[in-house]
């Protein structure tokens, strides 16, 4: 495990969209770089760009066209090497986003495979045996290829699947996970994360890491040993890198090698009852609204058997969002995303904030962008200032990626940095407060003191401090097993001895 994941607290940043230095419209890594003092003072010490790679951006750069070359609208490789190396002199670790289940359409290799004759890259692809012939429970392409067979997509049309084999094989054109082509792709895709960290990468948050070897079985046995082999390379050769995964079911990915897994509502999980819970019958019910009536226990039910089961494997990572969801300012105002936020800042495994979630950016309703769709509204230009653009930009307003929060009350850093109550000021106490007490860090021992159907407060235990968490619009009361004072407080709260008295909306850590 590396050591520095430890005391980590993640920023989260879409390059296309952070900050803008030669005025096309599009963020790029020199912007990255000119805030990188702006991301340790806001109290992040670890960045995770998403992909920066050559791309026909179909898929908002997820479709990767050179995994070794950065897309030229960021810039040049040697903007990244500095990213990297400006970042660690910072105390700053950087990781990439590595999508290892499949490329662009465009990418060489495809090129290669879609030839009629056979060559190094004709089985790279899942590909059929015949034009016309479909792939069972799968996607497929046909007619865009002179080799004679329909290729499978592992999302949009534009992203043909790897091919890392089938484990269940019920056609001859299956490839076994252990076929010589099929162990290519692994080691191909090893060569592609060996580059980035000889470059100075500390390592990847992996994309659809689950979707490696098709028709696995219900434990994912035949891609957990991909990623078991590629971890032992890691471990062997960068035993300081960090793999990171998006799988949202760490019982699986922690054990199969992946030292943080993603607590993410991709399957109607646990993490929607805290903030999302806007789909269900009689409106929102999500525990962190001040007047959802939520249930701590629908959270605690689906969180507490997967963090008792893997805290010794890895960490599971809180999200404030990310490029994929729905920003929390659409549901949450300014003061439940503080609370929001000091429960995911002090809860065991390694968080993440997402660009502009520090300062409440909306979620805007905008057009889809580069295969976006609905997540195109938490994509927009970061709100710096009150200049041309929100500082995102001089270019002209037509030009920019995405058009900007232009509402009298947008959001910026420049407004809230001189306000003591501002999100953005309480988010850089709560990660300073991280920073400062080992026990509200990842490996902290983490305990439930007190949590009741649809009651409150919350409060739990990380190593010899209490943490509570009211975020509910009535006062709450509870007693607490131990003596202690309050070190810090979000709201009013009022401590006697073993009493603990709560305002609405009200944090408090007690030590």
């Known amino acids: 495990m590396p050591n520095w994941l430890k005391d980590a607290v993640f920023y989260e940043i879409y390059p296309q969209t952070f900050k803008d230095t030669n005025n096309d419209g599009i963020g790029d890594i020199q912007g990255i770089i000119e805030k990188l003092d702006y991301v340790k003072d806001l ?6 760009i998403n992909p920066c790679y050559d791309s026909p951006f179909k898929d908002a750069g997820y479709d990767v066209r050179d995994y070794k070359k950065v897309a030229p609208r960021y810039g040049t490789n040697e903007d990244l090497y500095r990213l990297f190396e400006v970042a660690h002199k910072k105390g700053i670790h950087v990781l990439l986003d590595l999508v290892p289940g499949h490329t662009s359409e465009e990418h060489e290799w495809f090129k290669e495979s879609k030839k009629a004759t056979e060559n ?22 046909g007619g865009e290829a002179d080799r004679n067979g329909c290729y499978m997509l592992n999302f949009f049309k534009c992203q043909p699947a790897l091919n890392y084999g089938f484990l269940n094989r019920t056609e001859d054109w299956q490839l076994p996970p252990d076929h010589p082509d099929c162990i290519a792709t692994r080691e191909a895709m090893k060569d592609v994360m060996r580059f980035w960290l000889d470059h100075g990468c500390d ?19 035949a891609t957990g040993a991909v990623w078991k082999n590629i971890r032992q390379m890691l471990d062997e050769e960068y035993p300081e890198a960090a793999i990171i995964s998006e799988w949202s079911n760490p019982r699986q990915a922690l054990k199969y090698g992946f030292h943080a897994d993603f607590y993410l509502d991709h399957h109607g999980n646990g993490y929607n009852t805290l903030l999302r819970d806007y789909e269900t019958e009689g409106g929102d019910h999500s525990f962190l ?14 969180y507490l058997p997967k963090y008792d089961s893997t805290k010794e494997d890895g960490y599971i990572s809180f999200i404030t969002c990310n490029h994929d969801t729905p920003r929390p300012r659409r549901t949450l105002d300014m003061d439940e995303l503080k609370i929001a936020y000091a429960m995911f800042l002090t809860l065991p495994g390694v968080p993440f904030i997402y660009y502009g979630d520090e300062i409440g950016m909306r979620y805007l309703d905008v057009p889809t962008k580069e295969g976006g769709y609905t997540r195109t509204g938490t994509r927009t230009p970061m709100q710096w200032d ?10 002209d307003t037509s030009r920019l990626y995405l058009p900007v929060d232009n509402a009298d009350d947008a959001p910026t850093v420049a407004d809230q940095l001189n306000d003591k109550n501002s999100l953005l000021n309480t988010v850089k106490e ?6 400062k007490y080992e026990d509200l860090q990842a490996d902290g021992d983490f305990e439930v003191v007190y949590a009741e159907p649809e009651s409150f407060p919350f409060v739990y235990k990380r190593g010899k401090l209490l943490v509570a968490i009211n975020p509910s619009d009535k006062k709450a009361y509870v007693k607490l097993p131990s003596k202690g004072e309050c070190i810090y ?3 009013e709260v009022a401590l006697s001895d073993y009493e603990l008295k709560m305002a609405p909306q009200s944090f408090a850590v007690i030590g």
């Open 43 to 48: 109290g992040c010490n670890a960045l995770w």
């Open 120 to 141: 190094e890259y004709t089985n790279r692809y899942v590909w059929t045996h015949h034009w016309i012939q479909g792939i069972a429970g799968h996607p497929y392409i």
């Open 203 to 221: 390592g990847f948050r992996v994309d659809m890491a689950d979707s490696l070897v098709k028709d696995d079985d219900e434990n994912k046995s």
């Open 289 to 302: 609204k001040k007047d959802g009536n939520g249930d701590i226990m629908r959270f605690l039910q689906d």
């Open 386 to 395: 009150n200049s041309k653009n929100h500082g995102f930009s001089n270019a």
């Open 430 to 435: 709560l990660t300073s407060l991280r920073h």
């Open 489 to 491: 407080s979000i709201g």
